[in-house]
């Protein structure tokens, strides 16, 4: 089993930029492709970047352009640097590993609280 802490979060103007990290420990050998989700007050668990242990990322139309997700593996860390941020960025986000995707994967298949490891997530609030 796979813990993961998500920190970084805040509050932030728009046009702003934070940098998350989420931090893995456990059986991480196992660890291939992690993912970022993202949830807005009354909305449903987003995808937003999926990054394979190679460095291979992907993402939502959304953040593409603005958003980086990054891995420092040795230390079993995940980043997501967050650039122009806009209003609607604001959620609570998440960093997710499940064990059977590939990275490629995380972006096709519906977020499930009940599959692989997720952790506490990290608010982030974008306001003037």
């Known amino acids: 089993q796979v813990q993961l802490v998500e920190s970084g979060g805040g509050l932030v103007r728009p046009g702003g930029s934070l940098r998350l990290s989420c931090a893995a420990s456990?059986?991480?050998?196992?660890?291939?492709?992690m993912g970022w989700y993202r949830q807005a007050p009354g909305k449903q668990l987003e995808f937003i970047a999926s990054v394979s242990s190679g460095g291979s990322a992907d993402y939502a139309n959304s953040v593409s352009g603005r958003f980086t997700a990054s891995r420092d593996n040795p230390r079993n860390i995940m980043y997501l640097q967050m650039d122009n941020l806009k209003l609607e960025d604001t959620a609570v986000y998440f960093c997710h590993i499940n064990p059977r995707l590939r990275y490629s994967d995380y972006g096709l298949v519906k977020a499930d609280p009940n599959v692989g490891s997720w952790g506490q997530g990290t608010q982030v609030t974008v306001a003037s």
């Open positions: 456990g059986s991480t050998s196992r660890i291939h492709a």
